[in-house]
């Protein structure tokens, strides 16, 4: 399987039906075909051999997409950069990663000169962005190469070839390269199409951001079926609301603060969003108060949650539609992370990789054509973590009789206080309840009697009270004894969070431990 | 991606809901499991290496279905053997292959001596029916067996591992063996389950013959989505009738011939049909008059058709139930095969391999995921069908402007009469229309003058009278004069069948040209 074969089809069979919508206008199946196989020239006059890294620094737009699927037409391997990063992180990524082409948008032109100085490997840098006045001197114009350059016949690079990295891991030490291939990347849109019922009719919003996976795999979904990509360059509440209505889109992908910053929009109710039939969700989990308030406000939409992390192209596991519910048989579900997607082996081990009974917590396994080929260039490390064709999440979760996955805390999250577990999501998620508090983190601090003691780090809510007592006996009437915190630090600002929003724990607890 | 995968995700998601239901009970999935993996143990236990065929000469049956994913299971690989060969045919393709083990319905013990007398690969033979005083002696019981053997691991071949050799192409020459990888089957899966809806709620009804792949292509897609199997040994109308009322069958695959069938039986209105919501056909052109019958008659039920041919895992196009109208924008689409699958490219070729413009006929090619790894030890004969990825069908068609597959005749049997192409199937058409003609076929005879000469042989229908030239004035009154034939033979008894009801031209062919 190949990920640009949806490409040729749609241009095929929907040739005059927009592949691309966005506030720059409406570019057909036809006319994408035609767009990507240019790109993929202008790549390949820049130098690009089989398997070379393209590299993408920008905001979402219609040249992202773009810029995926002409990575591979070239034959090339696609590596986008997190926005969010340092300059440290920007250069790390790409000098692992060897990238020989890089396209900016228009908000990182600053950060090219520090990129050209610290990265040898790049030969080429692409301006891709609407021209414009502030086009730095030097650089390849997007529009202005495609114009000059003939289409170039597909690569047609497939199955187990190498279709992208994605760095990830960065919340302790250096980001890794996580390879996906073609079929990888195949396993998961098969997943995607089939449930959430994508089809040549749908329209999908892309509002995360693109150099996620989150956000990224949809990418391949819509394409393998011939459906519409919508793109608006990022989230605020008004942009995001106004695309629906006026891109008539059908199904999009959020993350849960996303979410809530929709529900707090004061003028929500001015936007016509009758088109969404679906909103996907994942990334971090979705607290239950959210979630009914986005039921409530939604009704008419359909809600399903995704589980996975990029190392698994990036989805194991979906919670259905039809287990969103508060009441009936299927009750509690919609606290799991849902079911094995098709072809995905889901297993709960223990510390020796034996399978945990229904019930018990242990780590979350994976096995299945979703599981990647490998950190990049890092054997060893791929080792750790892929054994016998079983990727370890380092997630800790149990199954239930009918296996839904209940997810209790990273492993490494978890605290061991006096020989008992303390998930510090279970924490978490009682310290949320108490009205003043807007965000919290649970850690393990050294602790000579319990080896590790339960500390409690917290943000109030503007203009909110509580003291560190008030919290812990607020604990107290929830939780077990060992489980409540010992400490608590109040805190002001925010707390440290990655690109995709997850707090960063391994941050919280540096000043604890010794390095 | 493998195929016995379904099998342990739905016993770990759906463990008691029924994976095969037949009038020999229900069988829970993790039922299923269990006698699968004690099957795979009794193939293992006569000697099963990984990569030997097993093989099944039996009507269909629960065992049928057990069969195909024990010998997976196992580590081995699935050979059918087609119920109506002659025992030549039988033993060709048991040598051929090899096969190392046997399994045999109650309806071919008498062909038990025979092969293992001339197949001295074979070294062993399970009588897999229910067991009964016609139990021939000396062989393994199936249930025995099981009792007897303790479940085995999953062997948990995959990807490009062989799967399956289905033998083929016996209109002429000698059968071959089609060589079918688990992500081949994967692939004509996940469009099965997007394009006919299949879940976990599905129950599917086998009821063509399971030695072929239009019915045995959806054991794999049923047991990826963890739905229900309801298998029948064959059909008649009553037994398939009183098994959709019986098992509250909510889809299945049919030939048109069936179809046919069905709509003349005179207690049709006699059965619930009402769970029946999806009913797709293939492996022949379906009359128009055949389905608007069909379509006036289950108003309620959507149709949809599949094209393809073994040697593509079947299915290269579909025509999606939306398309199954007289009116309206999407008239005329009936007529087609439909559109392209996903991840299938499909072109129209001249002789020289040259793409075909719009509308031009020519030979249809399907590159993709679906495309088999090639025929059973025939490298030379593999490389004359598939060029560069692209399985060359061997039928004549063109596409419309929407990717629209028009098949006009199998290329073999296209007549060329004095230059001009003739479509047999065309011909067939128009003489169809004539209210005398049971069946018909055309083929081209030599002819001194044209080259080939269109020549008609003809079945009536009982008492009905019709003449030569009456026949031949009935074509003239639509076709051009070099499609009429000149020649009409009107034969008493019916044309010559391959086992899947398509008529032998081949056969028909032989007395008129040199051997």
Redesign the interface.
């Known amino acids: 399987?190949?990920l640009t074969?949806?490409i040729?089809?749609a241009a095929?069979?929907?040739?005059k039906r927009p592949a691309l919508v966005s506030a720059e206008g409406i570019v057909s199946w036809i006319e994408f075909e035609q767009r990507v196989a240019r790109l993929a020239g202008v790549f390949q006059s820049l130098g690009l051999q089989p398997g070379d890294r393209v590299a993408m620094l920008s905001h979402n737009s219609p040249r992202y997409v773009e810029f995926y699927f002409a990575a591979l037409w070239a034959g090339g391997v696609i590596l986008t950069i997190n926005t969010r990063w340092a300059m440290a992180e920007k250069t790390h990524c790409l000098n692992d990663a060897q990238a020989k082409i890089l396209l900016v948008g228009a908000a990182f032109t600053d950060d090219i000169e520090d990129l050209k100085e610290h990265c040898p490997s790049l030969q080429s840098v692409i301006y891709a962005d609407t021209t414009s006045a502030t086009m730095a001197a030097g650089l390849l114009d997007y529009e202005q190469a495609l114009a000059n350059t003939a289409p170039v016949a597909d690569a047609n690079r497939s199955?187990e070839d190498l279709a992208a990295l994605f760095y990830t891991g960065g919340t302790t030490g250096k980001a890794k390269g996580v390879m996906l291939s073609h079929n990888n990347f195949?396993?998961n849109s098969?997943n995607a199409?089939?449930n959430l019922g994508l089809s040549s009719d749908s329209i999908h919003l892309h509002v995360s951001p693109l150099f996620h996976l989150a956000g990224g795999s949809r990418l391949f979904t819509l394409t393998?079926?011939g459906g519409t990509h919508a793109v608006i360059p990022s989230f605020n509440a008004d942009n995001f609301l106004d695309a629906i209505e006026r891109f008539r889109v059908t199904a999009t992908v959020v993350v849960p603060t996303m979410l809530n910053t929709l529900l707090q929009h004061p003028t929500i109710n001015d936007y016509d969003v009758s088109s969404l039939r679906l909103l996907t969700y994942g990334a971090s989990p979705m607290p239950e108060a959210l979630m009914r308030g986005a039921m409530a406000k939604f009704p008419d939409i359909a809600f399903l949650q995704s589980y996975g992390m990029t190392e698994l192209s990036p989805v194991a596991t979906m919670l259905l539609p039809k287990y969103h519910c508060f009441e009936g048989p299927n009750a509690g579900r919609i606290r799991s992370a849902g079911?094995?997607v098709?072809?995905?082996?889901?297993a709960v081990v223990d510390e020796t990789g034996k399978a945990q009974p229904q019930g018990v917590v242990g780590e979350v396994c994976v096995r299945?054509?979703m599981v990647m080929q490998g950190y990049w260039r890092q054997p060893e490390l791929t080792k750790q973590v892929v054994r016998d064709g079983w990727m370890h999440t380092g997630d800790a979760g149990y199954?239930d009789?009918?296996?839904f996955l209940f997810l209790s805390d990273r492993i490494k999250d978890m605290i061991i206080s006096g020989g008992e577990n303390v998930y510090s999501t279970a924490v978490e998620n009682v310290l949320y309840r108490h009205e003043a508090v807007l965000e919290c983190a649970i850690i393990g601090i050294p602790d000579e009697k319990w080896g590790e003691a339960v500390h409690a780090i917290v943000v109030l809510k503007e203009a909110a009270i509580a003291t560190e007592q008030e919290l812990i006996s607020h604990c107290r009437a929830t939780l077990a004894g060992y489980e409540c915190p010992k400490t608590v630090a109040i805190i002001s600002g925010e707390l440290p969070k990655s690109g995709v929003g997850k707090i960063l724990k391994a941050e919280l607890r540096k000043p604890f431990w010794p390095q």
């Not at 095929?12 to 040739?15: A, T």
């Not at 098709?342 to 889901?346: M, V």
């Open positions: 399987m190949r074969q949806g040729h089809r095929q069979l929907y040739p199955g195949m396993a098969m199409i089939v393998a079926v079911q094995a098709l072809n995905a082996d889901i299945g054509p199954l009789e009918e296996g």
